[in-house]
T-cell receptor, first 116, second 113 residues
């Protein structure tokens, strides 16, 4: 069966510091991968998605970037964190069904980031 | 553009009460519809889904029917438990752009013993 991991689970960082969050998926090959952010008390916003190694699409302009160095690894980064980057970051995967198509998305346990 | 609207929360119920959480959507074509549940401090878990009109998704006593005519996907459970306390998200994905899940704002459910 497929498993999705995220770490760290919680992170407290000062403003202006760098960020690296990691997501890995087990038990599947060539998945679509996604990064979402959930601000306190609000819904989910898609930040990035990837359909393959080195292929990243950004949904919103922001202080963050994403990379996919391996098939089942997805990394969310920032060079300098802002207060507004605080939130709950969720990684998700789905099976690749062909160009423009995707299966149900399954979510990881999330990383809670607090920027002080 | 595509959107999902959920009823405002929190919804507070006593144990064994009947639950309905309303969800309506706006989208062209025939999107797939989902309910996800988020327990405190955790990620989202898929609760159920439906991929075409009149489909009924069900899981753990929860049900939702894809109603094309009313563009709705209301979540129901006949008898809630304290352990059902969580935030419930309705979402859609379009068949021609299914990389993106469009989420509602979430509805918090509190079940009291």
């Amino acid at each position: 069966s497929q498993t999705i991991h995220q770490w760290p689970a919680t992170l407290v960082q000062p403003v202006g510091s760098p960020l690296s969050l990691e997501c890995t998926v087990e038990g599947t090959s060539n998945p679509n991968l996604y990064w979402y952010r959930q601000a306190a008390g609000r819904g989910l916003q898609l930040l990035f998605y990837s359909v393959g190694i080195g292929q990243i699409s950004s949904e919103v302009p922001q202080n963050l970037s994403a990379s996919r160095p391996q098939d089942r690894q997805f990394i969310l980064s920032s060079k300098k964190l802002l207060l507004s980057d605080s939130g709950f970051y969720l990684c998700a995967w789905s099976a690749y069904l062909g160009t423009g198509r995707s299966d149900t998305q399954y979510f990881g346990p999330g990383t809670r980031l607090t920027v002080l | 553009g595509d959107s999902v609207t959920q009823m405002e929360g929190p919804v507070t119920l006593s144990e064994e009460a009947f639950l309905t959480i309303n969800c309506t959507y706006t989208a062209t074509g025939y999107p797939s519809l989902f309910w996800y549940v988020q327990y405190p401090g955790e990620g989202l878990q898929l609760l159920l889904k439906a991929t075409k009109a009149d489909d009924k998704g069900s899981n753990k006593g929860f049900e939702a029917t894809y109603r094309k005519e009313t563009t709705s996907f209301h979540l129901e459970k006949g008898s809630v438990q304290v352990s059902d306390s969580a935030v419930y998200f309705c979402a859609l994905s379009r068949t021609d752009s299914s990389y993106k899940l469009i989420f509602g704002s979430g509805t918090r459910l509190l079940v009291r013993p």
